[in-house]
C-alpha cells in the first residue's frame, strides 16, 4: 500500500510549509475513511441515472460509505445530487462526511433502497449510511479533530 503525488509542487516546495500540513490532513483523512477501506467487502459501483457523476460503495457490517465523484464530462454546478443506494438498511440514517463536520442528510426510503440529497454537492462527496451510534459518534469525532487540525495549520500559515 502506498501513495503516489504525481503533482511534485504539493511535496516540493522551497520552504517545506505545505508538505508539513498537506501531507498530516492528507492522512487524517484517509484515517477517517480506513475502516470501510479495511473492511474487506470491496468497492461497488453504483448503478445512477446522471453521467455526471460516478458512485462507488464500500460496506461494513454497521454501515455504507458512498462516494459520489464528478465526472469530467459535468456541465456546470449542480444545484442538487439525489442518489439512490440500494445496499443500505432501510432504516438507517444517511450522514454527509465534509472537512468541517458531520452533517445529517434527508433521506427517504424508496423502491430499490434509501434515497439521500445533498443541496449543495463539491466535486467529491462522501457520505455514510447507518443506524449505528458507535459510527456515527467515530464520524463525529474524526471529521471533529480533522477540522480543529485544519484550522491550527491555517492560522499558522
Known sequence: RGLIFQRPDLIVTRDRTRERFEIPRLQREIAILE????????????????????CFALTTPRSRLVVAIQSDA?????????????????????YLLREDGLSTLRRH????????????????????????????????????????????SQGRR
Not at 117 to 137: K, S, W, Y
Request: hydrophobic letters at 40%; proline letters at 8%.
Open 35 to 54: 475502516p470501510w477501506i479495511a473492511g474487506g467487502h470491496g468497492c461497488e459501483k453504483l448503478p445512477f441515472s446522471s453521467r455526471d457523476w460516478n
Open 74 to 94: 459535468a456541465d456546470g454546478a449542480r444545484q442538487s445530487l439525489r442518489l439512490v443506494d440500494p445496499g443500505s438498511s432501510p432504516t438507517a440514517d444517511a
Open 109 to 152: 426510503r424508496v423502491a430499490g433502497g434509501v434515497r439521500a440529497e445533498i443541496v449543495a454537492p463539491e466535486p467529491i462527496n462522501i457520505m455514510v449510511f447507518t443506524e449505528d451510534p458507535l459510527t456515527v459518534n467515530y464520524l463525529g469525532r474524526s471529521t471533529a479533530e480533522s477540522a480543529r487540525f485544519t484550522a491550527t
